[in-house]
């Protein structure tokens, strides 16, 4: 095992480290950077629970090693927005009561706005496609699908709530 | 929750903790000859075993059969026979990986029907039983002789798995003189606390449990991992005087925790030719793999509600727990509601076939109604909302056309529409005494604190407390503080399964607020110079009702008292009226309210291939009273979206004893593109238990929809699949069948 240095770019925030070769991205947000909203929830890449936006793309940061993340833009849950300022997607899932233990939450808002950024009016087929790679066990997904609507909609300037 | 800051246990574990590595056992039943421990380099701080444990090597549930490490014998894969504490969590994994251990394998027993009449193979010294229990109302050989048809069919259910999606975790810190705080995912923080002082062979006070946000639980976090994390880390944190940390892989998680038992289910059902039920003998056997659990209460449940939410005179039921080599069967939502109305409703379903009978119709002609009497003998009050659930969901799904219409459906592609109904004994009813409490303080700035030893993993019940101390306070919920379950400062409210949190702490929470509420009404009534009947407290202001226009701000009015020495905080208890039953013929009142339910599915089936997509679930439940309808809304949801996977993809297989899929990727969880739209409705018929009547909404609703599936694929291809899950494999081998 080799240590190397890498920099990662999350939430705006520059941060510079030392790495283990076999090191998951998913371990240095979390160990390392304090980045806990990123959860393991099976190490496999099954269950979305990991995923974060690296390069405006949703990836599963158990499958990343830090390595290959090295000088990339990376966006986790707590850079969405703050208390002060929610983003619309987080308003749209208070609003909907749309999480219940809440593990998947990073793994959907997160999948959700890059499902957003790439479709600003998706269809619930469009948005239940996008979110098929993050398991919730408490939902049956029906107001995580109506959140995501929400959001969408607030975010092409429309009205909502 | 949506800023990303809620903290579960593996996202606060302190800087220097230990981090732990449990060995497992890698056969399924076995004498344990030898344990080869490797020496230890300087990075393993520990390596305990059942010898280390000063107090009573025990975690489990109903039953002490259950070790916490594993001594002479091992009954299953998921027996723990130490746990290495390290530095970090690769060395604790290689020096578990580097343990040999040496086994005398012991013959292995996983049919639970094998078992039962096995007398040389002992998994148990005292059998392989677990527990027996049978239900005998009126007289079914009078009952058959009254029928024109009898059916007889044989139902079977699988392994199903919590799959959670937070991984069990947990870490405990020792403190002076012998004491140990921990924290963890779990649901029961004063039940760990309870077996972790036993374990340790200390007083209770020496061991403070907080519960962590808990990423999910479904019953699962019930039963012995919570107690197994919390005893392990505290183990090592003791002897160690390190913080010690236990965070579960997820293979690790489907191995160790326990699942949903497997029942195999023979019913024999008579019916008169014009509709109505005269007798059903019914026999359940369930597989409790190694250990019992909470297997006996799962068997009790099912035995109560075995024949479905109708009228039987006659019903003669016997039920077995039986131990087997698998892995542990416990508590998993539903707790033997899902298995007994998969057999029910398919059951009915047959029997409206035999009859020539719509399924609604022939039902209609056989359901609890108020006034009338369960298996159990049980006189039901008007709190059955069962025939309006049913109206409900049977005009918003289109039934009637669709019955008729789509069994024109001859293409490759056939539909299909199916109903099931159900009832739902609430809280523990006879599993023990049943007992919450919960305790409010308002301090000088008119903030409510409320405390209760009731956890919140996803089910919303707890914000439904925080509903109930609000409006009977008259103040905002943004001046209100739910304090987490902490052993420390929480009251104990008994444990939280069986959907008895708004039902039970519901009621602790409102006889408190109710008792602060008087005592501000008696303050405010001097100052607003009425009586304190007429005070009024809303959003923030005590009035007086139809009287003066004084008015006194609640932050005012809580100062005051404060100032004249009268103390604002209150613990209330509740406990629920006795239930009674005859222990011998299950005959009584063995719960003291029913939810009751309908859930009509609708499917395409896929004649090439097999698959089954869902349509679309209606769904309609008797709530009693919708405390907060949002959150309901998403228990009925989220439960259908289990049962979903439960009828159609999820099975945890152990073969000889060895789970063969614990991972994400080879166990089916619904995902967002298996889950129809699902509509639903509330009807309210107030019980006699619950808050205003409320009643339990937690499992309820994962214990229709499986057979409602299973009877509108029946109904769209002709087949009848008769154990779950109902995948492809078995719908083409039964068209196949039913083809030559």
Not at chain 1, 120 to 143: F, L, M, Q
């Amino acid at each position: 095992m080799s240590r190397h240095v890498v920099v990662l770019r999350v939430n705006g925030r520059r941060h510079r480290l030392g790495v283990e070769s076999h090191e998951r991205l998913l371990d240095s947000l979390r160990d390392r950077l304090g980045y806990t909203s990123a959860k393991e929830g099976c190490g496999t890449g099954d269950c979305g629970a990991c995923a974060v936006l690296v390069n405006g793309k949703v990836v599963n940061s158990c499958l990343m090693l830090a390595v290959q993340a090295h000088n990339s833009k990376i966006e986790t849950l707590e850079g969405l927005g703050t208390a002060n300022s929610l983003h619309p997607i987080q308003k749209a899932f208070i609003r909907n009561s749309a999480f219940q233990c809440g593990f998947c939450a990073s793994g959907i808002m997160l999948t959700a706005k890059d499902l957003l950024q790439r479709n600003t009016n998706p269809s619930r087929d469009e948005i239940r496609e996008a979110i098929s790679g993050v398991i919730c066990r408490c939902t049956g997904y029906v107001k995580i699908v109506d959140a995501i609507e929400e959001a969408a909609a607030e975010m092409r300037g429309e009205t909502v709530g | 929750m949506v800023l990303g800051n809620s903290k579960y246990a593996a996202d606060m574990i302190p800087e220097d903790a230990l981090r732990l590595k449990v060995l497992r056992s890698s056969m399924p039943h076995a004498i344990i000859k030898k344990v080869h421990v490797p020496k230890r380099t300087r990075r393993i701080k520990a390596f305990v075993t059942a010898k280390g444990i000063p107090g009573i090597n025990v975690s489990s549930c109903i039953i002490p059969d259950r070790p916490l490490l594993a001594k002479d014998k091992v009954r299953c894969m998921a027996d723990i026979l130490g746990v290495a504490a390290a530095e970090d969590i690769d060395a604790a994994t290689d020096f578990i990986d580097s343990i040999e251990v040496q086994y005398e394998a012991l013959p292995i027993l996983t049919n639970p029907f094998e078992s039962m009449k096995n007398d040389t193979v002992k998994i148990h010294e005292d059998g392989n039983v677990a527990r027996y229990l049978k239900l005998r109302k009126g007289d079914v050989e009078r009952g058959f002789q009254q029928a024109d048809v009898v059916v007889s069919e044989t139902y079977s259910t699988q392994f199903q798995e919590a799959a959670f999606l937070e991984p069990e975790a947990g870490f405990a810190v020792p403190a002076s003189h012998g004491s140990v705080t921990i924290v963890g995912s779990m649901q029961n923080p004063f039940y760990v606390r309870s077996a972790v002082a036993r374990i340790l062979g200390v007083h209770e006070d020496k061991v403070r449990v907080i519960q962590a946000f808990t990423g999910g639980a479904f019953g699962a976090k019930s039963d012995e991992v919570a107690m197994d994390i919390a005893g392990l880390t505290a183990l090592v944190a003791l002897r160690t005087r390190r913080p010690a940390a236990l965070v579960y892989s997820r293979e690790e998680s489907m191995i160790l925790h326990s699942k949903r038992h497997p029942f195999t289910m023979k019913h024999k059902t008579g019916v008169t030719k014009a509709g109505k039920l005269t007798a059903a003998e019914i026999e359940l056997v369930a597989d409790t793999g190694a250990y019992a659990s909470n297997g006996p209460l799962v068997l009790l449940r099912a035995l109560f509600h075995a024949t479905g939410p109708y009228v039987v005179p006659n019903v003669k039921t016997d039920a077995y727990c039986v131990y087997t080599n698998n892995t542990t069967a416990g508590s998993l939502r539903g707790f033997g509601g899902p298995q007994a109305h998969f057999a029910a409703e398919c059951q009915m379903d047959i029997l409206a076939e035999k009859l020539g009978l719509d399924p609604i119709d022939f039902r209609l002609k056989n359901i609890l109604r108020p006034g009338t009497a369960t298996a159990t003998g049980q006189i039901l009050d008007s709190s059955v909302g069962l025939e309006e659930c049913i109206a409900k969901v049977r005009d918003a799904s289109e039934w009637n056309r669709k019955r008729s219409v789509w069994k024109e459906d001859c293409g490759r592609m056939r539909r299909g529409i199916g109903i099931a109904l159900l009832y739902h004994g609430n809280s523990i009813g006879p599993e023990g005494v049943d007992r919450s409490s919960a305790s409010i303080t308002i301090d000088r700035r008119g903030h409510v604190t409320l405390r209760i030893g009731l956890a919140e993993y996803g089910t919303g019940a707890r914000s439904g407390l925080a509903q109930i101390a609000a409006e009977i306070l008259g103040v905002a919920l943004s001046q209100i503080t739910l304090e987490i379950p902490d052993t420390l400062t929480s009251p104990d409210s008994g444990g939280t399964f069986a959907s008895r949190t708004v039902v039970m702490g519901g009621n602790a929470m409102k006889k408190a607020a109710t008792v602060l509420r008087d005592k501000l009404r008696q303050a405010a009534a001097e100052f607003l110079q009425c009586d304190p009947s007429m005070v009024e407290i809303r959003e923030g202001i005590a009035r007086c009702y139809g009287g003066s226009p004084r008015e006194i701000a609640f932050r005012d009015l809580v100062k005051s008292c404060l100032r004249k020495g009268i103390t604002l905080s209150e613990t209330a208890e509740f406990t629920a009226a006795g239930v009674s039953f005859d222990e011998n013929t299950s005959q009584g009142t063995p719960y003291l309210q029913y939810t009751f339910g309908a859930v009509v599915a609708e499917v395409e089936v896929d004649t090439f291939l097999g698959t089954v997509t869902p349509l679309k679930l209606t769904t309609a439940y008797d709530v009693g009273k919708a405390v907060n309808p949002l959150s309901l809304e998403g228990q009925v949801e989220g439960g259908a979206a289990q049962a979903l996977g439960y009828a159609l993809m999820e099975e945890l297989v152990q073969k000889d004893g060895i789970v063969v899929n614990p991972s994400m990727g080879d166990y089916y969880v619904p995902t967002s593109l298996d889950v129809p739209e699902i509509e639903s409705f509330m009807v309210e018929r107030p019980g006699a238990l619950g808050p205003y009547g409320a009643k339990s909404m937690g499992e309820p609703p994962i214990d229709a929809p499986a057979p409602a599936l299973i009877n509108a694929i029946a109904h769209a291809v002709g087949v009848r699949i008769k154990s779950l899950p109902a995948t492809a494999e078995k719908i083409i081998s039964a068209l196949e069948q039913a083809k030559s």
